[in-house]
Nanobody, 120 residues
């Protein structure tokens, strides 16, 4: 069984920084795209950033220049460095991996989410 676990969230003041991490465990054969999504109260879940297996990245316009996504394939880990945080970045952040397990072809797996609160 594949599991994703996020860490690194919390409360930060506007202008501050946080680094989110996500790690996958289980019977993993390979991982394709990895991504961070977020859902603010009363809003739809939205894509924040995505990184392909080859390292290409794409960001939502709202976070370009402030957030940086990266991955460590050897450790099945993904990171989101968030700088110059704004109150509107407050949301539950979810990691998503496209994983080919020992049992199934590529499927989307999600973490349970972690809360990031930007407030003074």
């Amino acid at each position: 069984q594949v599991q994703l676990v996020e860490s690194g969230g919390g409360l930060v003041q506007p202008g501050g920084s946080l680094r989110l991490s996500c790690v996958a465990s289980g019977r993993i054969f390979s991982i394709n795209d990895m991504g961070w999504y977020r859902q603010a109260p009363g809003k739809e879940r939205e894509l924040v950033a995505i990184i392909t297996s080859g390292g290409r990245t794409n960001y939502a316009d709202s976070v370009k220049g402030r957030f940086t996504i990266s991955r460590d394939n050897a450790k099945n880990k993904m990171y989101l460095q968030m700088d110059s945080l704004k109150p509107e970045d407050t949301a539950v952040y979810y990691c998503n991996y496209q994983i080919k397990s020992m049992t199934y072809d590529f499927l989307d797996y999600w973490g349970k989410g972690i809360l990031v609160t930007v407030s003074s």
